[in-house]
């Protein structure tokens, strides 16, 4: 293999034991014309015979992975499964990014992720693998963005490597097959760094702005993540790129200006479209998406500060503690974050240093040298930010991580192996390996009771693999890539052993987390937990904070005014408005059984480290009784909403239950002031509303009496009917109580 790549003067024969090239046709002659599956098949004529079925072969193994078992995980975050719904509906829905056909509010992110699940939905009809599948598709062209990216500068086995990584990588299987927006970011920003490989190779301006519109388009799936990486691009271009000064300045701003365009046509649209005629913005307290995109979703997912969340996060510096987990530069290491993309960050950060060592009196403009900036410099941008930011973080963002580590680890590996015969680039391959398989012993050894026979192998085999590496410039051929294979083995051997355990279980809910049950820890306490405040979900602790107790922000009692859950009694006996949603836990249990996502086939999926829907219905929602389900779904067709309630999980596992719209009052937190009482008041009037669901969310405690959601419950249960059906509380919005 080479690490400087170039189809021009690559000769397989010498640089991958492959056949040697084919001779030039003689004059006048013309070789049969390859068929198109043939040329499929065989790719480029100058590649050994074996890089085209192995990269087909990788994509097919990683499709496969991907789709096993994939109709457990039901809805998944039925958040977005109620939204794809509505979008499958209704245009305007599509367009809005709504809860629902009725257009009340939309999700508290821009559409774009949500736009390929709904054209999916339109077209095969509402399913967990029309929703789902999508999503896989995404993973899968991650990995060949990623392969592409490696191969083209460096060596298909390079390429082969990252791939294998970035697919083996447990966030990664976890969200390529989940509903959240991190699968098109994942896709949208690996595309993005490519295409800037592409353009720091000949300095074509039109790869820059295709790079800028890959950005564009990431920022209406996630907003300001999509920007994480500017600044390192832009930087790498600014130095690197093969042409004058001013050309560059000139080409940046082009790139820019593509981001603008085809990241802010929508959001053009939204803020110029009269908000009388179009949903609330979920998520932004003054209807602006603006106002969402650079406080809820922005800044204050930096420093903490989210009007409307459910708390906010450690305070800046290393070792800040908070509701979403301790901040600091070892964040990505911890118990709470470790497991889901750690396994190979120590190898990537030695191997992009020996990268940078080994082209460190390259020309300015050397292209390999580039690429280890732009991968690199992506990583380690991505990873700073999520060590320290304060407000509210999951342990799956981590997903976007995985690319820049694959490409890393595949393009550090074939640079060392090509330098292997000097001491120091056999020195850093061992290191790598070394690397890998100690900490791959220590996150193993964190869930003693899952395959405690592995921790071993991992770490004998990594050690005997670095040491054969070490000599690897000095042993034969066959001996020197049979301690590089055993390296690669024992480096990825526990990742996918967490990545089978996350295949094997379905997930659902807002918190979800790859691997084992136990494996992402937050707050240290026992049995796993993704409950912001540290330890497990609802109705385990004891509600005095610290780790491993309370469920609910600052481990405290649940908000709401008291009454027990009919089940049993609810956290410290209190839930937010009183009770749990419908009058008793999900699935009749509190969290750590199975989910209470049902999707099509009646089976809920695992919630990550959550646990089932804790919060009052806040997390994961409600399960919907067919009793409930026959009465919302009468006379459904006179009502624009057939049902309203707090919270948009609650709301969307009724909309999701019964196929009709439901009015998320409060949006996911139910802290959203909407609608407000006298708006909800005139739907009713106007018989737009047919029902109120009891219960659910965070409204009434989180935005106290004044809340828009509180006022609204109180005014519901002072006005209407209470009508019960089984263990479920509704308010009949057409029959007064007087």
Not at 30 to 50: A, C, I, K, Q, T
């Amino acid at each position: 293999m080479t690490t400087h790549y170039d189809p021009a003067v690559h000769t397989p024969a010498e640089d991958d034991g492959g056949p040697p090239p084919e001779a030039p046709a003689p004059p006048g002659h013309h070789r049969p014309r390859r068929s198109r599956f043939g040329r499929l098949w065989r790719g480029r004529p100058e590649d050994p015979r074996w890089v085209r079925p192995a990269f087909l072969a990788l994509l097919t193994a990683t499709a496969l992975l991907y789709l096993y078992n994939l109709d457990a995980s039901g809805w998944a975050n039925s958040f977005y499964s109620a939204a794809v719904q509505a979008g499958s509906q209704s245009w305007k829905a599509f367009f809005f990014g709504s809860l629902d056909a009725g257009n009340a509010i939309t999700v508290d992110k821009p559409p774009a992720a949500l736009w390929p699940m709904a054209l999916a939905v339109r077209i095969f009809g509402l399913s967990s693998w029309s929703i789902l599948v999508p999503e896989v598709l995404m993973g899968v062209g991650t990995v060949a963005v990623v392969y592409a990216a490696v191969r083209r500068r460096f060596s298909p086995a390079a390429g082969l490597i990252a791939g294998a990584v970035l697919a083996l990588t447990p966030v990664a299987a976890l969200m390529f097959r989940f509903n959240n927006p991190d699968a098109l970011l994942a896709l949208l920003m690996s595309f993005a760094c490519y295409l800037v490989v592409r353009a720091l190779e000949d300095g074509r301006t039109k790869w820059l702005v295709w790079a800028g519109v890959a950005i564009g388009f990431a920022f209406l799936a996630k907003t300001l993540q999509a920007f994480l990486i500017l600044p390192a691009l832009a930087l790498v271009y600014g130095v690197c790129a093969p042409v004058r000064l001013r050309k560059r300045l000139g080409q940046l701003a082009l790139a820019t200006a593509a981001i603008v365009v085809s990241g802010g046509w929508w959001v053009a649209v939204v803020e110029l479209w009269p908000a009388s005629s179009r949903p609330y913005v979920g998520g932004s307290q003054n209807n602006s998406f603006l106002e969402l995109t650079f406080g809820y979703n922005g800044l204050g997912r930096l420093n903490g500060e989210e009007t409307g969340s459910v708390g906010g996060g450690g305070g800046p510096g290393g070792g800040g503690g908070g509701q979403w987990g301790e901040t600091g530069w070892d964040r990505m290491f911890n118990s709470e974050i470790g497991g889901q993309i750690s396994w190979l960050l120590p190898a990537a950060l030695i191997l992009l240093v020996a990268g940078l060592l080994a082209t460190r009196r390259a020309a300015r403009t050397d292209a390999v040298r580039a690429s280890f900036l732009v991968w690199g410099g992506s990583l380690l941008m991505t990873a700073a930010v999520f060590s320290y930011m304060a407000g509210i973080f999951h342990q799956y963002y981590t997903v976007a991580l995985a690319p820049y580590l694959a490409a890393v680890v595949g393009m550090g590996a074939a640079t060392l192996w090509e330098r292997r015969e000097r001491i120091w680039a056999s020195l850093a391959l061992a290191a790598a390996v070394t690397a890998s398989a100690a900490w791959g012993y220590v996150l193993l050894d964190r869930t003693p009771d899952y395959l405690p026979w592995l921790r071993t192998p991992v770490l004998v085999g990594g050690l005997v693999a670095a040491l054969g590496l070490v000599f690897a410039g000095r042993l034969g051929r066959r001996t020197a890539l049979a301690a590089a294979g055993l390296g690669l083995v024992a480096s990825l051997a526990a990742p996918t052993a967490y990545t089978l355990s996350t295949l094997r279980e379905g997930h659902s809910g807002s918190i979800v987390t790859a691997g084992p049950s136990g494996a992402s820890m937050r707050g240290g306490g026992p049995g796993g937990g993704g409950f912001p405040g540290g330890g497990n979900a609802p109705g385990q602790g004891q509600g005095q904070g610290g780790p491993g107790t309370g469920g609910f922000p600052g481990g405290g009692t649940a908000p709401g005014t008291g009454g027990n859950n009919q089940n049993g009694q609810t956290p410290n006996g209190q839930m937010p408005n009183g009770q749990m949603p419908n009058g008793q836990a999900p699935n009749g249990q509190m969290p750590n059984g199975r989910s209470n996502q049902n999707g099509p086939t009646g089976e809920g999926g695992r919630t990550g480290g959550a646990g089932g829907g804790g919060m009052g219905g806040l997390l994961n929602g409600a399960e919907v009784g067919s009793e409930a389900k026959k009465l919302l779904e009468a006379d459904a067709d006179s009502y624009t909403w057939v049902a309203a309630a707090i919270g948009s999980q609650n709301a969307a596992s009724y909309q999701l239950g019964t196929g009709e719209p439901v009015m998320a009052i409060g949006g996911f937190n139910g802290t959203d002031p909407s609608p407000t009482l006298a708006q909800f008041k005139k739907y009713v009037a106007d018989g737009r509303i047919h029902y109120f669901i009891a219960g659910g969310g965070m409204g009434g405690g989180m935005g106290g009496d004044s809340g828009a959601a509180s006022q609204i419950t109180s005014w519901v249960e002072a006005t209407f009917k209470e009508v019960t059906v089984g263990s479920a509380t509704f308010y009949d919005l057409t029959s007064p109580t007087d």
